[in-house]
């Protein structure tokens, strides 16, 4: 892996560097291991920083950025966001981020809430602790990479998805509604591990 395949995942130089001398890596979990031994005991903490300001504001973010760059007016809860994750970046220093996928303006809005009122040093380690997110994009980069198909898969399966990328076949049911799609997808994930595009 190089420094810039690493940066997809995290934003400090340092950490990108320190992995891409670790690698190759022998699994995903041996990525995993090296990455979390990396943030936690190699880098400090002006790489931790610079990590978390490379995450975009919570505010310019899907589901809330579209009242930003249009004329529609924000609802109130969109504005006390925006607001508060304003005074975050002052008060500590970096933005606002969630591990979460999950776009509830209600849990966001009472974690901001919580988050502006908590001491810098508190939440500084908080959100150290939070950026361990990116075993996730670690993750997902070995999928993006073909490497693995999910993390939960066994290596011998793994292993048998490596090598299939350049050989995969077109998937022949593109014109099936979405469900029945979705059936013929899980059948060829079963049946078919790595050999069609699905």
Not at 58 to 87: G, R, W
Not at 90 to 113: C, N, R
Not at 117 to 125: A, Y
């Amino acid at each position: 892996m190089e420094e810039r395949d690493l940066l997809e995942c995290c934003g400090s130089i340092k950490f990108a560097s320190e992995m891409a001398s670790a690698s190759p890596f022998s699994s995903l979990q041996h990525a995993l291991d090296v990455a979390s031994n990396t943030w936690c005991n190699k880098i400090n903490v002006h790489s931790w920083l610079i990590a978390l300001n490379a995450h975009t504001n919570i505010c310019e973010k899907s589901p809330f950025s579209h009242a930003f760059y249009t004329n529609t007016p924000m609802d109130s809860i969109t504005e006390e966001i925006y607001a508060l994750s304003v005074q975050y970046l002052q008060k500590h220093g970096f933005p606002y981020f969630t591990i979460s996928s999950e776009w509830d303006a209600d849990v966001i809005l009472m974690d901001l809430k919580t988050s502006v009122k908590t001491k810098p040093s508190c939440e500084f380690e908080w959100a150290r602790r939070k950026q361990l997110i990116i075993k996730q994009y670690i993750a997902r980069f070995f999928q993006k990479k073909g490497y693995i198909r999910s993390t939960t898969e066994s290596p011998e399966t793994q292993a048998a998805v490596k090598d299939f990328d350049l050989n995969k076949k077109l998937f022949w049911k593109d014109n099936l509604d979405p469900i029945a799609r979705e059936k013929a997808r899980q059948f060829c994930e079963i049946w078919y591990p790595g050999e069609y595009y699905v």
